[in-house]
């Protein structure tokens, strides 16, 4: 499925060989008729940039079809000069470049160029001894990105034959080995190549060439998990909810009794318990879930469809029941959070908007009011975060603009002053109710609710800035949540570290070091309050998907092992290497 | 002095073959592999060559000392000769760094031109000539070094330089190795230190630069070569596997693989039709273009490290040494190629770093050449694994056989090896014995196996120990059997122990303190009473066995000590201050026959006599001990050497030469017709060609120089030489008007005078010229009954220079 370069139509190619048009039209989308249709499957697409032609690749050959007329200009087959293999040849991928060369990706491990007026060959290019799966071709078409089964990428650019000639011809230049499997999706951004594979990962390579100067595009990314709160946690009940892409688990958390040295492993008096598995309906994946505080509600969001479940746990037993008419939305959820005192919930949805419903015993809900910005706003919500007292909600939009409502009269209290940057986490401190936000950049700043400005603190950190290291890592904080003992204390994580913020220590500057606590272990107590600084951090366990505070002495850690999920991916292309 | 192929650059159209080859261009034939012409007349090393590109019948070729010359390879003829100021044609050295400067051209008439027009184009290069080339048409030059490439444009005077990251990570090293241009499009193509090839583009924008890698090799790319169009990419390294790359892909490639050593470098034939690998032992390998192995051209092999010295085989006369890797190289010294390798080790060879293999030390062949006794040991220096191997020359199959194979002869490294020389007893008085670190020295005897299946006479006989000796504890370093096989020497660090070679007992001891012994050796014929030793300490120590006295020593640093087989006379090579000096003399008197200091710059390390087919006659007195064989000499950087009587050129057959003027012509069908008329004047063009070719003629007579140079006090009276002064004038004047034809003589005059070592110049020059009666026919007719008398003259008058 790929939509034509004005946006205005989508052109959907399918099993049976023909590829529909359909029109975008506010709302949604209305099909205008079919093209030419030829036996064999389309498995790729590709739009001309004026939006006259399209191309389609099938098994062993492509063929260009002109828009209007719908006719079949150009057939194409690429399986030529391999006629003795007698292995179909698998068009992948294809491009169609504005200068009306046909580039396509095929199961040979070929690049190949067309022109597709003549039919003829241009170049051929072997980039891989397996198949080439994925391909994107930068906006300026002179460079394009091709993703293969062996997990390798490999850059073509279209470079003079003859330096400052006219003559161009398409080079093979860099490989990047950064997956270990199918490179699915392959894309072309203007100063990085960025691949996605069947290893579940997401790299960002930068083109050092574009990159104008050093900072964060200048860093290779990789991104195994998204970068979305996975996993909630009933504090009271002591259950966490994990969610996967097509069920949902519910564990009660073990406990001991026993007291520890650090570093010691205590022998756990109740084991954890798996609960239940929650498994949706359909192939759509769940997009969000939450349980309540108290542990009696769960619900979820799929891309249609928004489910609550009330829950009953009698001794042993756990039983779920969904709860009835729960109000249609349309479209259902982005978010969801229950408020502290598990009375409402608040779902995030689109445009903007936050729709609090009140949740009935024995199991129902009622929709109470829809909290929407003043001024309006057409992205969705995505992250929300009520506070404590059940006073305060914050909402995030894809508009990065963060608006603060009163729940008590059901009003729009405020907007955070606009940051260029997307935020990643925010939660409202339970004593203060001020705001803390952390920003994907790694800012952090922390928002005085009810004085409706940033709090000394924040001015304090920004005026003297954050350490080097802390700006420079990965991963921005997907969690933030609060010490009720010391309300100085703010915890925060993202995937690789975990680390306590103290705001009543001094900040730390460039040249002392952010990650000290394995050398302050080893200085005596008089050294020590001389090297503290406010960012307690703990690399231990990683990857880390959640962290929170069951209560006052009590620290819930979930870590997702990256070999849990790659021992389950299917077999990688057997490669030779040499020296094994 | 010759060297003896020891090849630096090759540049091959498709007939010819050209290649650097210490002072010397080489020509070979493509087609007979044959050496056609030797072009001397660097007076150093030469570093470069290349062939001119609006000619390719011409050839500039560059040397350390100084001077680019532009030849005719043809004729073999130097047209210029451009003298730079400064040391070389594309560098100069500079305190460590390199530059590259440019030469203009200079379009005189004249021969020799001197060029003061150098402009520098890149500072900081490096130093070998794959570390530079030139772009499509000429248009930028690029260097590398390091992990820096440097690009200059000529036109733009753009400078670009590329650099690579230093770490080395994951076995990956980025550092330079070679580098080449596209021919037709602008792409460099650089060999890396970890095998992978780079292909760089876009060299034109400081930032937007890109590159592909292409990656086989597991070690370094030694030089890489693309095809005349362009389309293919030849890299070979120590793999010993010549990879070719199409188009640039890393997908499509084509191997050939086993070439036998590592490949140094690779040249393309400017037509596109051969190309052509240099390998590190010393032999070139031409491969079709369809990457089909064609032939070989094979001199002496460059093997790792000489550890068997120089020994002769009885039977062919060939020089017996190290070859390949576990392999005995048989060189003939008179056709200048390998006439056998045979394989001692039996074993794989591996082209790995850090690897112990085995590898062959000692050789040692009895009197006749039909005993060889072969030592291999492992490289490791705690625990060598020896074995001794015994090999008999089957007649039928005309190679060695192995006949018996001793594990662990000794418990040490072995350091010496001889035969009992007997011709007249014959086989069954063959004693081999061997000495070693573990303080002993053995003494191995056929005996016959009591197995009846044998079936012929040496399948029968295997060889044992029969005595070991020892002398108070002290490693054995050396041995020696005297001449007529009664008495063996062997010595133990700072003593000569000589033995009775049928009781096994001890004789007498010689000892010259301080110092160990380095060498021993029995004089032969009229001084076999003699035992000749040279110590540590720099002494050459004489001992009469007969009084067992010391009958006289001097003090001389000997590295090599080298009995004539055939004549009394003993050869010593010294190695003091740098320079390497030869002594001759009979250990009958503490004279020496004949001195040559300064041999060469580089250590001599082995020496061996090889004695010639028929005695030559040898004018000058000075040579005479040259006259039953002839001494060659292997230097540490693994060149052979010889003393010559001959001048170079007329070690090329004629024949070989005329076949480089038939070659020259294409085959045509009118060449077909006009062939018979043109070998008929082919032959009158190489008779007239001749004395121009070989006009090298002397400056002074010898019989003049000796004069001069003896000291005063040992000169006859002066009414005794003047005849032979007088005489030698006439014959000088003689020579003096066939020289006036020359157009070399103000060149060699040059050179002559521009070297400071007088009396050594004259020795070359001597050399040169001395057998006159094979230059050319005319001279050669006019001046021979006068030379009769002169060699009649020299004959009754040289005999009191014998008296030194």
């Known amino acids: ?580 | 002095k010759s060297l003896l192929n020891s090849a630096i650059r090759t540049q091959s159209t498709s007939q010819y073959l050209l290649c650097a080859s210490g002072d010397f261009v080489k020509v070979y034939s493509v087609n007979t592999e044959e050496t056609l012409r030797l072009m001397g007349g660097h007076a150093d090393l030469v570093t470069g060559i290349q062939l001119n590109p609006h000619n390719h019948m011409q050839l500039y070729s560059s040397s350390l000392d100084g001077t680019i010359k532009l030849w005719d390879f043809m004729d073999g003829i130097p047209i210029k000769v451009l003298l730079l100021l400064v040391s070389d044609r594309f560098f100069f050295l500079w305190s460590d760094t390199f530059q590259l400067v440019s030469v203009k051209l200079t379009k005189g008439a004249g021969q020799d031109l001197e060029s003061k027009e150098l402009s520098v184009v890149l500072d900081g290069v490096g130093a070998s000539v794959k570390h530079i080339a030139f772009g499509r048409e000429g248009a930028y030059v690029v260097s590398v070094k390091d992990v820096t490439l440097q690009v200059y444009f000529f036109k733009r005077k753009l400078l670009n330089r590329f650099s690579l990251s230093t770490v080395k990570t994951k076995g990956g090293d980025n550092r330079f190795s070679c580098v080449v241009c596209h021919p037709t499009e602008d792409c460099i193509a650089t060999g890396h230190a970890d095998g992978k090839i780079r292909l760089w583009r876009n060299f034109h924008h400081r930032k937007e630069y890109t590159y592909s890698t292409l990656h086989w090799h597991h070690d370094i790319v030694m030089d890489l070569a693309f095809s005349v169009e362009g389309t293919r990419l030849l890299s070979g390294g120590v793999e010993s596997v010549l990879v070719q790359w199409h188009n640039e892909s890393s997908c499509q490639k084509d191997f050939l693989p086993r070439l036998g050593s590592p490949i140094e470098y690779i040249s393309m034939s400017s037509d596109g039709a051969l190309c052509c690998t240099l390998h590190t032992d010393n032999r070139i390998t031409i491969i079709n273009s369809n990457l089909r192995f064609s032939r070989s051209i094979q001199g002496l092999i460059k093997s790792r490290d000489v550890k068997t010295g120089l020994v002769v085989d009885p039977r062919t006369k060939a020089l017996v040494l190290n070859g390949e890797p576990g392999h005995l190289q048989f060189y003939s010294l008179q056709s200048d190629q390998q006439l056998f390798s045979l394989d001692i080790v039996q074993r794989q060879y591996i082209h790995q770093a850090g690897l112990k293999q085995s590898d062959l030390v000692k050789v040692a062949f009895s009197a006749q050449g039909t005993w060889l006794a072969t030592v291999e040991e492992s490289e490791e220096v705690t625990d060598p694994e020896l074995q001794l191997k015994l090999w008999f020359y089957s007649e039928e199959t005309q190679s060695f056989t192995l006949n018996t194979r001793i594990n662990t002869p000794h418990d040490n490294h072995i350091t010496d090896m001889c035969f009992r020389d007997m011709d007249e007893l014959g086989d069954d008085s063959l004693i081999l014995v061997t000495t070693g670190r573990d303080c002993v020295f053995k003494v191995w005897v056929m005996v016959e196996d009591t197995d009846p299946e044998g079936k012929s006479a040496h399948e029968s006989v295997s060889w044992s120990c029969d005595f070991v000796g020892s002398y108070h504890n002290y490693q054995a370093t050396n041995c020696c059997f005297s001449e007529d096989g009664s008495l063996l020497a062997v010595s133990f660090e700072e003593t000569v122990t000589v033995w009775d070679s049928l009781t096994w007992d001890l004789k007498c001891t010689f000892c010259h303190p301080p110092g160990n012994i380095r060498n021993i050796c029995f004089g032969r014929l009229t001084c076999s009473k003699y035992l000749i030793g040279a110590t540590d300490y720099g002494f050459l120590c004489c001992w009469n066995l007969l009084t067992c006295a010391l009958e006289w020593s001097a003090h001389l640093n000997i590295v090599v000590l080298q009995p004539d087989p055939l004549s009394e006379h003993i050869a010593a090579v010294s190695w003091l201050s740098k320079e390497s000096s030869l002594f001759v003399f009979k250990p009958n008197e503490p004279r020496p026959l004949y001195i040559q200091r300064n041999l060469c710059k580089e250590k001599i390390l082995l020496a061996a006599f090889v004695p010639r087919d028929e005695p030559e006659t040898i004018s000058s007195e000075k040579y005479l001990w040259l006259r039953k064989s002839q001494l060659f000499f292997l230097t540490d950087t693994q060149e052979l050497m010889t003393l010559s009587t001959k001048s170079l050129e007329e070690r090329l057959t004629p024949s070989s030469k005329q076949l480089a003027v038939e070659e020259s012509l294409p085959v045509t069908p009118f060449s077909l017709l006009l062939g018979k008329h043109r070998h008929q004047q082919a032959q009158e063009d190489t008779d007239l060609g001749k004395p121009v070719v070989h006009n090298k003629q002397e400056q002074a007579s010898p019989a003049v120089k000796e004069l001069l140079h003896t000291p005063a006090h040992v000169l006859p009276s002066a009414s005794f030489l003047c005849t032979i002064f007088i005489n030698s004038l006439l014959i000088s004047k003689e020579n003096k008007s066939a020289e006036e034809v020359a157009d070399e003589v103000e060149m060699e005059s040059e050179k002559a005078d521009g070297d400071s070592d007088e009396e050594d110049v004259t020795v070359m020059e001597q050399e040169d010229t001395s057998p006159m009666e094979l230059l050319g026919e005319m001279t050669c007719k006019l001046s021979k009954s006068q030379e009769k008398e002169l060699r009649k003259i020299r004959k009754m008058d040289y005999s009191w220079i014998a008296a030194f």
Not at chain 1, 78 to 104: M, P
Not at chain 1, 369 to 398: K, R
Request: with cysteine; glycine share 6%.
């Open chain 1, 1 to 580: 499925m790929v939509a034509s370069g004005t946006g205005t139509q989508l052109a959907i190619g399918c099993e049976d060989g023909s590829v529909k048009i359909f029109q975008v039209v506010p709302g949604g989308i209305q099909f205008e008729r079919n093209l030419d249709r030829r036996k064999g499957r389309v498995l790729c697409l590709s739009w001309h940039r004026s939006g006259t032609h399209i191309v389609a690749g099938s098994i062993d050959f492509f063929r260009v079809i002109d828009v209007a007329s719908g006719q079949t200009v150009q057939r194409i087959m690429v399986n030529h000069q391999v006629e003795k293999a007698k292995r179909e040849c698998v068009v992948w991928a294809i491009a169609l470049l504005s200068s009306g060369t046909v580039v396509s990706a095929d199961s040979f491990g070929r690049v190949q160029f067309w022109d597709w007026e003549q039919g003829t060959l241009a170049e051929s290019h072997t980039v891989s001894t397996s198949a080439a799966l994925s391909l994107a071709v930068s906006e300026k078409e002179d460079s394009i990105v091709v993703g293969t089964s062996t997990g390798a990428t490999y850059q073509l650019q279209l470079l003079p034959v003859k330096l400052g000639g006219l003559e161009k011809c398409w080079v093979r230049t860099k490989p990047f080995q950064f997956h270990s499997h199918d490179v699915r999706a392959v894309a072309h951004s203007s100063t990085a190549l960025i691949s996605g594979g069947l290893d579940a990962q997401l790299v960002i390579r930068p083109l050092m060439e574009k990159v104008q100067k050093k900072g964060y595009d200048a860093v290779l990314r990789k991104f195994t998990f998204p970068h979305r709160r996975l996993v909630s946690c009933a504090r009271k009940a002591r259950l966490l909810l994990f969610q996967f892409s097509q069920y949902l688990e519910l564990w009660r958390l073990g406990s001991t009794e026993e007291t520890g040295k650090d570093g010691e492993v205590l022998p756990p008096c109740r084991m954890p318990e798996h609960l239940v598995q929650l498994k949706s309906k359909g192939p759509e994946h769940i997009y969000c879930s939450c349980v309540s505080p108290c542990g009696t509600w769960v619900g979820y969001s799929t891309a249609s469809r928004f489910q609550l479940y009330r829950v009953r746990c009698d001794g042993d037993g756990v039983s779920l029941r969904k709860v009835p008419k729960v109000p249609k939305l349309l479209p259902p959820a982005y978010q969801l959070q229950f408020s502290a005192d598990s009375e409402s919930l608040f779902v995030a949805s689109a445009r903007g908007s936050v729709h609090v419903f009140q949740l009935l015993e024995p199991g129902g809900c009622k929709h109470l009011h829809t909290l929407q910005p003043p001024s309006g706003c057409s992205e969705a919500v995505y992250l929300l975060a009520p506070s404590a007292d059940g006073h305060w909600l914050a909402a995030v939009s894809g508009d990065w603009a963060i608006h603060i409502y009163n729940l008590k009269c059901f009003q729009h209290h405020c907007v955070v002053p606009a940051y260029s940057c997307a935020v990643s986490a925010l939660a409202i401190h339970p004593s203060t109710n001020n705001l803390v936000i952390a920003y994907s950049d790694q800012q952090l700043f922390e928002f005085s609710i009810p004085e409706k400005q940033y709090t000394s603190w924040s001015r304090a950190v920004q005026s003297r800035g954050l350490h080097r290291t802390w700006l420079e890592r990965d991963s921005p904080i997907t969690h933030i949540t609060f010490n009720p003992k010391n309300p100085a204390h703010i915890l925060l994580h993202d995937t690789y570290l975990l680390c306590i913020l103290d705001k009543s220590l001094p900040l730390p500057d460039d040249s002392t070091l952010l990650m000290n606590q394995s050398t302050l272990k080893q200085l005596p107590e008089t050294a020590r309050k001389r090297q503290l600084h406010a960012f307690k951090i703990c690399k231990k366990f990683q990857p880390l998907l959640f962290m929170d505070l069951l209560d006052e002495n009590c620290l819930v850690v979930v870590e997702r092992p990256i070999m849990d999920f790659k021992t389950q991916l299917p077999l990688a292309v057997q490669q030779k290497k040499f020296g094994t």
